[in-house]
């Protein structure tokens, strides 16, 4: 999700990708050529623990570990971040709470307008939070952090909310698909449908965040078109 015309630097790459564990992932050459093909990676679902090593020489990582759970024998969700070395002296990270990661981009450093808030995000499916003792409030969480960075520049929020938005969502709220992300804006924006007609209650949530603060739904296209 994103501000209707943010501005980014010509040949910024950034990828946000749920893995559904990293430490296999470590060990494919695929996925090891993907991330050195991008400037910035927002991983979700990473299910990382501790004592998980990552050595990706050029790129710096930055993770946010979840406790352990004893019924599955592993870690849940997650959030690393990638990004490459040279890139580093202009990404911060100003916030790492309960399913977000919030990292800011140099408006000096990348050349932009504004400095550019970017939010790698996992929401566990509503199901699995509802056994919680502890259930964090994902929404008011979201909520607070865009009432403040929004007001500082641009916002990109990029993961896996487990929001479903079809029904009678759809018929109010637009959905958009973004061609492409250019130094200008000259965005061009399309309308989508969702093939989803259910709908839950984050995506009810989800969907009143985004009208609170103008963003825009984005589903991102590839040069070949592809989504």
């Known amino acids: ?20 564990g990293i430490k296999s992932e470590l060990d494919d050459p695929n996925f090891i050529e993907l991330m050195y093909k991008h400037d910035i990676c927002l991983l979700n679902e ?13 790129l710096w990582d930055f993770s946010y570990i979840r406790p352990k759970i004893k ?11 990638f990004c490459k070395e040279d890139l580093r002296s202009g990404v911060k990270v100003v916030q790492a709470t309960e399913g977000f990661v919030w990292i800011k981009l140099d408006r000096y450093t990348f050349n932009i307008d504004k400095p550019l808030f970017i939010c790698a995000t996992y929401i ?16 008011t969480s979201l909520t607070d952090s865009l009432s403040k960075y929004s007001e500082e520049g641009n916002v990109l929020i990029a ?19 973004i ?20 709908t839950n209650n984050y995506g009810k949530q989800l ?5 609170s603060f103008n963003l825009v739904i984005a589903i991102m296209v590839g040069p070949q078109g592809t989504d």
């Not at 990382?48 to 050029?58: F, V």
């Not at 499916?125 to 003792?133: C, L, Q």
């Not at 487990?162 to 759809?170: E, K, Q, V």
């Open 46 to 58: 990473t299910w990382r623990a501790e004592d998980t090593k990552i050595n990706l020489p050029g």
């Open 207 to 211: 969907d009143k965040v985004c009208k």
């Open 71 to 81: 019924r599955v024998g592993r870690h849940s969700g997650g959030i690393t971040i």
């Open 159 to 177: 993961g896996d909310f487990n929001a479903r938005m079809g029904g009678d969502i759809t018929k109010t709220h637009e959905l958009k698909c």
């Open 1 to 20: 999700m994103c501000k209707q015309s943010p501005i980014l630097p010509k040949r910024l790459k950034i990828l946000s990708f749920n893995v559904e």
């Open 124 to 139: 566990p499916p509503e199901y699995s939070v509802k056994k919680s003792i502890n259930k964090p409030d994902y929404y």
């Open 179 to 198: 061609d492409n992300i250019t130094p200008t804006n000259e965005i061009t924006l399309k309308d989508r449908s969702s093939c989803d007609n259910t």
